[in-house]
């Protein structure tokens, strides 16, 4: 599949995600943000080609709702009480009301993205323990999704983060053999001297051209367990035309533009599997995986450490 198509395939996705949310009467960026916290970070591939595979809305929004309801959980726990989560909860209690198997499915998932997971296993082990459902027939109503199957096929392989031209650097192939494609997104991170306090910046180089001439495009990074929300970065075309260059936009908000910097610069440094989305117009138009790496820490501290001594702030020279 071609990331053209890759592409068309990700909106019908959205656009059926959008009919079950909507079915189900809960906000759309509500439902998309809950799946993809519950468990699901590429669900829109999955939903289109559940679809193409003849399933009816009705099944599609079935698979859905275990992560769905998993993924309220987490939004909670990460933004507090919330009158939509309380609404949506009740939809899901109605919906799954009679179907024992899809109740032990939502608790399952909600067990393995609870806050203490290895407890919430023990308690919902003991549960089916005490039901007598047995692993095999949990297993019979469960599939875990593949490793490709988010990412259409699509191998992903890097090097580490690397000094490259006093920055520090990483480049990630993402290659499909269905059409023997391939892509390449880089990352440069540089951290560099200024009047009061070390300035830094984000960049990213995308081997694929999305936008002709500049605009602005939504973007937000995430690990299993934080994320960095939305920001704004400013987009541009390759002098050649074959690809994107990206990156967080200061605005008229600088300390939220150091917040993103720095949120980025910790999920770097986690060495924790990520995902970085593109937006345009609340619609997502590219999700790249970005393996776990946690090399880029000890690069980013002897960056600042190097910038503060040539940074003007007597507060941070002696004497």
Not at 75 to 100: C, M, N, W
Not at 277 to 288: G, H, N, P, R, V
Request: proline share 5%.
């Amino acid at each position: 599949m071609s990331w053209f198509s890759a592409f068309l395939y990700n909106r019908k996705g959205k656009r059926i995600g959008n009919e079950i949310a909507d079915s189900m009467l809960v906000p759309r960026r509500l439902f998309h943000s809950a799946v993809v916290k519950g468990g699901l970070p590429y669900h829109l591939p999955v939903i289109a080609s559940m679809h193409d595979d003849g399933h009816s809305l009705n099944e599609i929004r079935k698979n859905m709702i275990p992560y769905f309801a998993a993924g309220l959980d987490v939004l909670e726990r990460s933004f507090g009480h919330q009158p939509s989560i309380d609404k949506a909860r009740e939809v899901v209690t109605a919906l799954v009301e009679g179907d024992d198997d899809l109740q032990m499915l939502i608790a399952g998932f909600q067990a393995m993205n609870s806050a203490d997971p290895d407890q919430s296993m023990k308690d919902f082990e003991r549960t089916l323990a005490a039901q007598n459902l047995e692993e095999d027939e949990l297993e019979d109503t469960y599939e875990p999704p593949s490793e490709t199957s988010g990412n259409m096929g699509v191998e992903v392989s890097s090097n580490n983060w690397e000094w490259c031209d006093g920055q520090i650097r990483r480049v990630i192939q993402y290659d499909d053999p269905g059409d023997d494609s391939s892509r390449q997104l880089q990352i440069y991170y540089k951290v560099s001297p200024g009047l009061v306090m070390p300035h830094q910046h984000l960049h990213f180089m995308l081997g694929h051209s999305l936008i002709s001439g500049d605009g602005y495009l939504a973007a937000s990074m995430n690990s299993a367990d934080n994320s960095t929300g939305f920001f704004v970065v400013r987009a541009s075309e390759t002098e050649d035309g074959r690809a994107t260059l990206f990156g967080p936009e200061p605005g008229d908000d600088p300390d939220k533009m150091r917040e993103v910097l720095g949120t980025c610069a910790g999920l770097f440094s986690s060495g924790k599997d990520l995902t970085i989305t593109l937006y345009a117009k609340d619609e997502i138009i590219m999700q790249l995986p970005i393996p776990g790496d946690s090399s880029f820490g000890n690069l980013f501290k002897d960056a600042l450490e190097s910038a503060r001594g040539e940074s003007g702030n007597i507060f941070d020279k002696p004497g």
